[in-house]
């Protein structure tokens, strides 16, 4: 065989294999090729089958989409509703709406104080703004003001309701006077108001509400039922920009008040040696019956005499103690009755200066110039008497110490020096009475020049206000009243008058000579004097507001006595001579008789007593009343602040001014406050604050002389409806109400779904 014959056969026997591999695979194509053609016969009724499971799937998917947001919405308003408190105060959760501010001015005064069947006024006044502050959203804001004396802001602008009813919980009746006047004003700051206010009563912020909540008093709400005046102007501004109303919170049945008014003690310069007579009044407001009550005499805080009395509505009852001091100093004693309706005003309270001996100063600018007046003020030679008198030459007095005599007589003294002067002016600024009887040796420019008010007692800035300790009647803002000479004196001249003028008896000076014409008081002889004169003393001083009166006149109506209340004592200055040493050069007699006349004995006396202080009536500090102490005149001195203890044993540091002075404001509850250097281990000097009487007699002004834009509610029926700009329901309360309306549709929902399901 030839050789390619191999080759040739192996090439044809693989193609036949290749076409058996071929065939072999072609079922297999086959099969794929017919499995993608296949051929659908549609029947007619699984058509419409087909239709109904789809709208059931579609149904059934809306109900559980509806299910699954009613049950989320469900658990998100409890869960909000749970978290308010914290959401509060995020200001995350507010009510729809601005909101509205609330300014609740408490009247806490001292008729707030008063209680009927356990509860007292403020307490009604609290339990309505409860009420008010329950009904409020969390978008509500409330401030809170007290209004007694000086108004003061206690919470300001706060949408806390748990602040607001601690503020109002905290609120306290004192022992002050309401003065709403004040409050508008502070009302005004509070807003941001100026005095041309004319804006819509709904302002961006939402509505302002004010609510005055109080028993009406008539001494303090006088000033807004006057048709003019700076009160009533204030809520005319305040009406244009809030709703303004009153709660009365005054109780309808009538209760009586029983209040200790007054309180005073004699003789006016105690001492040791002898019993005192404390005495005061007491009086029965608003009560139709009789009231048997106890009054207490207290001395250093423990009762020492009691009496019974019985009090009658409308009238003062006197209430008299007899006490001897064993020891000398300022001793703090009171009258105090036993009664539990208002229990601020049952006490008056006195710090009665209780010395061993009264010491006077006699300073004689001519020989036996004070001889007489030293008999009139030492008439015994007994070693226990109580005055003790020291008698100096006028060249002595720059050498002798003051502070130790309760008053200083400066008889028939040609002049002053500078030094002499200050010290003058020093020692009765401190307490002490300075008496100026004039003579033939006076020189009257000399006493206008260096006691005057161009001389170095000259008022400052810093001595023209309120001194500590003295009567609230004295002219506290007058800068006249720091000169120590309170009139210009003119030349002498000789004029007889055989007469004197007692003003009415009005000046206690005079007053122990009502109904006593034969003491010898109206036929007092003057030969010579020297006018004083209480008109215009100096471009800066004018007699209009001097503190200075006239205590008694000649018969040509030139002043006889001049008394004047400089600092914490007083000056008196006598137009004429007190002994008959002075000579009248155009008669050669004396100046006067009085030496010798029946009326000299108590005149002297009295102008010791009262020019000495003489404290015999309330000491004239009220509750609210600043204390203030102004500068000192002394060269180089150093103003330090004292230290304070208040009745209730607290003790703060008055603020010093920009004087060289100090100020102390503290003064809100009525007793004795002790007074002492920051350096100092006791706290040595006392004074008093009592309650003014001007509440204590309850009188209540009619809410219809009120002006129409201040609405007048009562507690009783006090209630949401009388609230024109009521709160909207607090959302919190919203979202549970939501909730449980979720729940029951979700119960309602799934049990319509489930049934039709079935």
């Known amino acids: 065989m030839p050789p390619a014959a191999p080759l040739l056969a192996f090439g044809f026997g693989s193609l036949a294999m290749l076409g058996w591999l071929a065939a072999a695979a072609a079922p297999i194509l086959i099969h794929l090729w017919m499995r993608q053609t296949r051929r659908e016969t549609v029947w007619a009724a699984l058509r419409f089958l087909q239709a109904a499971l789809e709208r059931q799937a579609r149904r059934l998917r809306l109900q559980h989409w509806i299910l699954l947001a009613i049950r989320t919405l469900l658990l998100l308003c409890v869960a909000l509703a749970a978290a308010k408190p914290f959401l509060d105060r995020g200001g995350v959760l507010a009510d729809f709406g601005a909101g509205t501010h609330h300014v609740l001015v408490f009247d806490t005064s001292l008729s707030m104080g008063l209680v009927s069947e356990q509860q007292s006024r403020l307490n009604r006044a609290q339990q309505v703004s409860e009420r008010l502050v329950g009904q409020a959203g969390g978008n509500d804001r409330f401030s809170i003001l007290a209004m007694s004396g000086d108004p003061r802001i206690v919470l300001t602008e706060s949408a806390d309701k748990a602040a607001v009813r ?6 306290i009746p004192t022992a002050g006077v309401a003065a709403p006047g004040k409050a508008m004003a502070l009302v005004s700051k509070l807003l941001n108001l100026g005095s041309d206010v004319d804006q819509p009563a709904q302002t961006a912020d939402g509505a302002v509400r004010v609510l005055f909540l109080t028993d009406l008093d008539e001494a303090a709400w006088q000033g807004a039922a006057d048709t003019a005046g700076p009160e009533r102007e204030a809520l005319q501004r305040l009406a244009k920009v809030a ?24 003789p006016t310069l105690p001492t040791i040696a002898g019993p005192i007579a404390i005495t005061g009044e007491a009086r029965l407001n608003r009560a139709s019956e009789p009231f048997a009550t106890v009054a207490e005499l207290v001395v250093k805080n423990e009762v020492v005499a009691t009496q019974a009395v019985t009090l009658r509505a409308g009238t003062t009852t006197p209430v008299s103690f007899s006490y001897r001091f064993i020891d000398a100093g300022d001793t703090a004693v009171a009258i105090r009755l036993r009664e539990e309706n208002l229990l601020a005003d049952n006490a008056r ?12 100063l006699c300073v004689e600018g001519a020989r036996d110039a004070a001889r007489y007046l030293q008999a009139a003020l030492e008439p015994t030679d007994k070693t226990d008497k109580p005055i003790v008198i020291e008698r100096i030459a006028d060249a002595d007095l720059s050498r002798t110490d003051l502070t130790a005599f309760a008053c200083v007589f400066c008889c028939n003294v040609a002049q002053f020096g500078e030094d ?15 008496v100026l009887f004039l003579g033939d040796r006076v020189q009257p420019a000399a006493y206008n020049r260096v006691l005057g008010a161009e001389g170095p007692t000259a008022p400052t800035v810093a001595t023209a206000i309120k001194p500590i300790f003295r009567l609230a009647s004295t002219s506290a803002n007058d800068p006249a009243s720091s000169a120590l000479l309170p009139v210009t004196i003119e030349p002498a001249i000789s004029q007889p008058s055989y007469r004197v003028d007692p003003k009415g008896y009005a000046h206690p000076l005079a007053a122990p000579f009502r109904g006593r014409e034969r003491a010898g008081l109206l036929t007092t002889p003057v030969m010579r004097y020297f006018p004083l004169r209480l008109g215009k003393l100096s471009p800066t001083r004018d007699a209009s507001t001097s503190s200075a009166v006239i205590a008694m006149e000649l018969d040509r109506g030139d002043p006889l006595i001049v008394t004047s209340d400089h600092g914490r004592g007083r000056v008196a200055v006598v137009a004429t001579a007190a002994s008959f040493a002075s000579i009248d050069p155009a008669t050669g007699g004396p100046w006067t008789a009085w030496p010798a006349w029946p009326s000299f004995l108590p005149i002297i006396n009295g102008l010791l007593e009262y020019s000495s202080g003489g404290a015999s009536a309330d000491p004239g500090l ?9 500068a000192s005149q002394e060269p ?5 602040p004292p230290i304070i203890e208040t009745p209730t044993g607290e003790k703060a540091e008055a603020l010093l001014t920009s004087e060289g002075g100090w100020r102390f404001t503290g003064t809100d509850e009525p007793g004795v406050y002790r007074l002492g250097s920051a ?34 509610l009562t507690t009783d029926d006090w209630n949401g409806a009388h609230d024109s700009t009521a709160a909207q329901t607090p959302l919190h309360r919203l979202l549970l109400y939501a909730a449980l309306t979720l729940a029951i549709l979700e119960t309602v929902l799934a049990c319509q779904f489930g049934r039709r399901s079935a």
Do not use: K
């Open 349 to 360: 309270w006195a710090v009665v200066p209780v010395r061993e001996r009264v010491r006077v």
């Open 420 to 434: 002499e002067a200050r010290r003058l002016d020093r020692f009765v600024r401190q307490g002490g009475g300075l």
């Open 622 to 630: 009220l509750v609210g009343d600043p204390l203030i102490q102004p």
């Open 243 to 266: 709703e303004l109303a009153v709660v009365d919170t005054a109780e309808p049945a009538l209760v009586g008040n029983a209040s200790l008014e007054t309180l005073r003690y004699e």
């Open 679 to 712: 350096d100092a281990a006791a706290l040595s000097h006392r004074f008093a604050v009592n309650t003014s009487a001007v509440e204590s007699s309850l009188s209540r002004i009619d809410p219809r002389s009120l002006p129409a834009t201040l609405s007048v």
């Open 636 to 640: 180089n001195a150093t103003a330090m």
């Open 166 to 171: 601690r503020a109002i919980e905290g609120l």
